[in-house]
């Protein structure tokens, strides 16, 4: 072989080990991500009409019938009127991951009256780690063994 084609050939093998490096590297990042970003789970609703409604509080709980605690630390106040409701998102950052929770809305008249939507309740299971993160970070991961693999067979040969 020519000194122009060992320079070639290194330099492909370099190129390939650098890519596998480089994919190996995604895959550790996103598992990484994965671990370090916070939980939350996202509650939005939408009222018709908000008759001398002041605001609202969000319930949450750990078990489906009791235990109910408050997680606004605000009181989420009314946006509608009594001809028109509104629409409410409210981002609870305080959950844990692999954790099933139970919401609960109460409506807070203007008078101070209470009333708990117990109908309306709901449960989420907030996720450990997305599927999807997994699924791209083994593959980044394969990808990058596998070019790493290629790369140092061509530099031994």
């Known amino acids: 072989m020519s000194q122009g084609t060992d320079n070639h050939s290194n330099n492909a093998s370099r190129l390939l080990i650098l890519m596998g490096f480089l994919w190996l590297v995604l895959g550790a990042g996103l598992i990484f991500y994965q671990l370090i970003s ?20 969000l319930y949450r709980s750990e078990f489906d ?19 028109s409701g509104a629409s409410y998102i ?3 950052d305080t959950v844990e991951a692999g954790k099933t929770f139970y919401y609960l809305l109460e409506e807070i008249q203007n008078d101070g009256a209470a009333n708990r939507y117990e109908d309306d309740k709901f449960s989420y299971t907030v996720p450990g780690m997305a599927w ?13 063994l596998g070019l790493l693999v290629i790369g140092f067979k061509e530099v031994k040969s």
Not at 42 to 55: D, P, R
Not at 65 to 83: E, L, M, P, R
Not at 135 to 140: D, E, H, M, S, T
């Open 132 to 144: 999807w993160s997994v699924v791209l970070a083994a593959f980044a991961i394969v990808v990058g």
């Open 90 to 92: 409210f981002v609870d």
């Open 38 to 57: 916070p939980a939350s789970v996202t509650v939005e609703w939408n009222t018709e009409t908000e008759l001398n409604t002041a605001g609202f509080n």
């Open 65 to 83: 019938q009791d235990d109910y605690v408050i997680v606004n630390d605000d009181f989420i106040d009314s946006k509608g009127s009594a001809t």
